[in-house]
């Protein structure tokens, strides 16, 4: 089907997915015990019953759930998303800080992870039964059953502390005076464990993969009759191999990024990197219900768009898919 | 041979210098500059009037100023306030502002402002009506009097004077219709301490510079402040340890690794500095169910609960019992009570005189205990250890986890809960943090750190009423002497250890703030006698 087509169908179905994605976040966050005024009054150490109660007043807490829901629609619907109970600033300034931080440490991970994974499973199919096949399989299944807080914590000792060539915490260095060359440099400093910790779950997953993918396309007809062509192997492997092999692993990749840009709390936390994974989860234990309902439809947002992306990018690929026979 | 001497002489003068030089006996004159790179926790709002908590404390000394400061002997000294005197009655309190105190933005700082900042505390801070609860209003005769209206002696009134619990803030910047809790200069303070408002990421970090007008002149010592927020304690760990950070207060680390970071040769790791927070530990009961309503019962389980076991093993010797409602470092405590050693034979004894045998599989009765989710090692570890020590003496306990702190709150401050391990602040003075876990009063169903366990005991109430606007000091003290005899008795709760919280910092740092409110007192006398690099 036409190209054209194809987008207005995924955006409208994406949109009716976004709101019964809202509207099912809204009910669960409201069901789960503990209110915003407890949480504040959690954090203070006590508060009086005047004192919550003129809390729950001012988030508009006092009145019934379906009228808050109406309320909180009305006011999206103006693109006002909300202010944040905890950190009292609007939701969307929180959430836009949050971006650069988030975007980049999980296109930069997903990067590495896919170019080399594209690499090593590469080299191991040109040899499946070789040492180095085995050490891509052995060593994907350790980093893909390895708690990535326990590769983060590692890295962390390894190289922040034994031999402290990085950081350790924090997105850049407190102050630093300089140009913007230094402070991207610094930044970029910052950023080299935390990329690499969540890189390795993903690198094992792909260079599994890509191992995998190539064998079975190296094995297919077509490439047997290039073979019988005469073609070179390099050719075969490299120019003909690759570009079909590589579609699994886009396609996890695609459905994994969504997954990373909201979702990589633990490497977070560990490296103090604030990004949305920790914002998110911080706001469920905060009760935060702007920012949490915020953040969700931002990433369904996300989530839809990557996966249209996903599609078109098949057709730049695959000749196969172009017309809806 | 002049030459000789004259050389010499100069020669063992100099070496003199450099010898006692690092004894610091000599250049003791704290140096200006530096930056501080402290350990921090999130924050809600820099507003210490209207928000308490540690995270929003710390900051909240260095950006307000308060009326008094305390020493490391709970006595009250000059701060905003450079004298006061009191009437006889002890009904009025007449407080001399220092004359030349400005707010971040120039303004003058003024007793309209003192007023006002009692208006704020006593309507919105959580403690407000406790401290202030018998303050009818300020008068402000003059710019820099402000007198104190009470309705009854109030012997509580200086501790809750201190910058974190009465903070001065602009009547001018607040005025505005905005509510207080969400105002904007709650984060982008205009304050009235030693260190004003510099920038904020959330997040990452907060950052305070010296406020140049400081009303003591030539104070702060320190250029700058800067709060790194940090979670994660093996990155906090590693900050101290590589020098990145060099203070941190209430750390959020394993006490482990307390023990590790004492043994560098840079570091000092002190557990002085949190006397007037009085944090206590402790197992709570619910005493509205059965069979806690027995005052045996509660007994029984004190009996069973090893609390040298806990300080020595699971807190590795880093903390303290705690005896009663009453943290070891205030005037009023007494040790005179009865402290629940280990004893399994009484404890055995005292529930079956309860009249709970021992059933089947040496079962008496089934209780279900909660904890905060937060810092396993001094609510988690403890409670598994107390199910164990209780299965000795035939109680069958069922831990209940909850996923998150407010699911907890809402638990308990509903009272739907048999057991549960609680941490509660005293404050500087009893009124403040302590009255509110015992007396009838304070039954208040959702509201969390009241008196939850429902314990009730009219003497109780009439004893801390007295205490309360109790003026002479000897008198008080024999009130709460009482007071801790009957609740050790009756047991609305059973003690077990004061919070082991330790201040980490570096040698090099003058002056680290150690009075009874450690890290949640006026940075300004701190200075570095050598800034690390």
Redesign the interface.
């Known amino acids: 089907m036409a190209l054209f087509t194809l987008v207005i169908r995924r955006t409208v179905y994406g949109l009716i997915l976004v709101f019964a994605v809202i509207l099912l976040n809204f009910t669960l966050i409201h069901i789960a015990p503990g209110d915003p005024a407890e949480m504040l009054a959690g954090e203070m150490g006590g508060a009086t019953q005047e004192i919550m109660a003129s809390i729950r007043v001012a988030y508009g807490l006092d009145k019934s759930i379906p009228e808050q829901f109406l309320i909180y629609l009305g006011r999206m619907a103006r693109g006002d998303m909300g202010t944040s109970f905890y950190y009292n600033q609007p939701v969307t300034e929180l959430i836009l800080q949050r971006i650069p931080e988030t975007l980049s440490l999980s296109i930069t991970a997903l990067m590495m992870a896919i170019i080399l994974g594209i690499i090593l499973g590469t080299i191991a199919s040109q040899n499946p039964q070789g040492w180095f096949s085995g050490m891509v399989t052995v060593g994907s299944i350790a980093g893909f059953a390895a708690p990535v807080f326990w590769v983060g914590i590692m890295l962390l000792i390894l190289f922040a502390y034994l031999v402290p060539l990085f950081p350790g915490f924090g997105i850049r260095t407190v102050a630093l005076t300089g140009g913007p060359v230094i402070q991207a440099l610094d930044f970029l400093h910052h950023l080299v464990l935390p990329a690499v910790t969540l890189a390795i779950v993903f690198l094992a997953q792909y260079s599994r993969l890509m191992r995998a993918s190539m064998l079975d396309v190296l094995g297919s007809d077509f490439v047997r009759m290039l073979r019988a062509k005469g073609l070179r192997e390099r050719v075969v492997v490299y120019k003909h191999g690759m570009k079909n092999a590589i579609l699994p692993v886009i396609t996890i990749a695609g459905l994994q990024f969504s997954m990373v840009f909201g979702g990589a709390v633990i490497v977070e936390t560990v490296f103090n990197w604030p990004g949305m994974g920790q914002l998110a989860y911080e706001s469920i234990l905060r009760r935060d219900h702007p920012l949490l309902l915020a953040i969700l439809f931002f990433s369904a947002i996300i989530v839809i768009i990557v996966n249209i992306v996903t599609d078109l990018s098949y057709r730049l690929l695959d000749p196969r898919i172009k017309g809806g026979h | 041979m002049l030459k000789m001497i004259k050389f010499s002489l100069v020669l063992a003068v100099g070496l003199l210098f450099l010898v006692a030089m690092p004894f610091g006996s000599f250049a003791d004159t704290p140096q200006k500059g530096g930056?501080l790179?402290l350990v921090h926790s999130?924050f809600?709002?820099l507003n210490s009037a209207i928000?308490?908590?540690v995270?929003t404390m710390i900051p909240g000394a260095q950006l307000f100023a308060g009326l008094v400061r305390l020493d490391e002997k709970f006595q009250a000294v000059p701060y905003l306030a450079r004298s006061w005197e009191t009437s006889g009655d002890g009904l009025t309190w007449t407080f001399h502002l220092a004359n030349n105190a400005t707010f971040h933005d120039g303004k003058p700082i003024t007793s309209e402002d003192v007023a006002f900042s009692l208006e704020t505390v006593k309507k919105?801070h959580?403690?407000?009506?406790a401290m202030f609860g018998n303050v009818d209003r300020v008068e402000t005769p003059d710019p820099h009097t402000a007198v104190f209206k009470l309705s009854k002696p109030t012997p509580s009134l200086l501790p809750s004077l201190s910058p974190v619990l009465m903070s001065i803030i602009p009547k001018h910047v607040y005025s505005s219709p905005e509510?207080i809790?969400?105002h904007?200069a709650?984060?982008k303070t205009v304050g009235s301490g030693p260190f004003k408002f510099a920038?904020y990421?959330?997040?990452?970090?907060l950052?305070l510079d010296r406020y140049d007008k400081f009303f003591i002149p030539g104070r702060p010592y320190l250029d700058?402040l800067?709060f790194?927020?940090?979670?994660?304690p093996?990155?906090i760990a590693?900050?101290l340890?590589?020098q990145?950070t060099q203070y941190s207060a209430y750390t959020s680390i394993s006490l482990r690794d307390i023990d590790r970071l004492e043994k560098l040769d840079y570091l000092k790791v002190t557990r002085k500095g949190y006397e007037a927070i009085g944090p206590l530990s402790w197992l709570a009961f619910n005493v509205r169910n059965k069979p806690l309503d027995d005052v045996r019962v509660r007994q029984a389980i004190s009996y069973s609960i090893d609390r040298k076991f806990i300080n020595q093993k699971l807190l590795i010797g880093r903390s303290v019992q705690a005896t009663g409602p009453l943290h070891h470092g205030s005037h009023f405590y007494s040790g005179d009570v009865e402290k629940y050693d280990l004893n399994i034979d009484k404890a055995n004894k005292l529930l079956d005189q309860a009249g709970y045998p021992r059933k089947d599989k040496g079962i008496r009765f089934s209780l279900m205990m909660d904890y905060e989710p937060t810092s396993p090692e001094i609510q988690k570890n403890i409670a598994e250890y107390i199910r164990e020590a209780l299965q000795s003496v035939g109680i069958d306990v069922k831990l209940r986890t909850s996923p998150?702190?407010?699911?907890w709150?809402?638990?308990i401050?509903n009272w739907d809960f048999d057991l549960t391990i609680d941490t509660v602040?005293n404050y500087p003075d009893p009124v403040i943090g302590v009255h509110?876990t015992y007396i009838c009063s304070n039954i208040?169903k959702?509201?969390?750190?009241?008196n939850t366990q429902g314990y009730c005991n009219p003497k109780v109430d009439e004893i801390l009423e007295k205490a309360s606007v109790e003026k002479d000091f000897t008198k008080r003290k024999a009130l709460y002497v009482e007071f801790q005899k009957i609740v050790t008795q009756e047991l609305p709760v059973a003690w077990t250890f004061e919070v082991p919280y330790h201040t980490i910092y570096h040698k090099d740092l003058g002056n680290p703030p150690l009075t009874v409110w450690g890290a949640m007192a006026p940075f300004d006398e701190v200075y570095w006698v050598k800034e690390p690099k």
Do not use: C
């Open positions: 930056t790179n999130q809600v709002s928000q308490s908590g995270a919105n959580p403690f407000g009506v509510p809790r969400t904007p709650n984060i920038d990421k959330p997040g990452e970090f950052i700058r800067i790194h927020i940090m979670k994660d093996t990155s590693i900050s340890e590589r990145k998150d702190f407010p699911t709150m809402r638990r401050s602040f509110r208040k959702g509201v969390m750190w009241s």
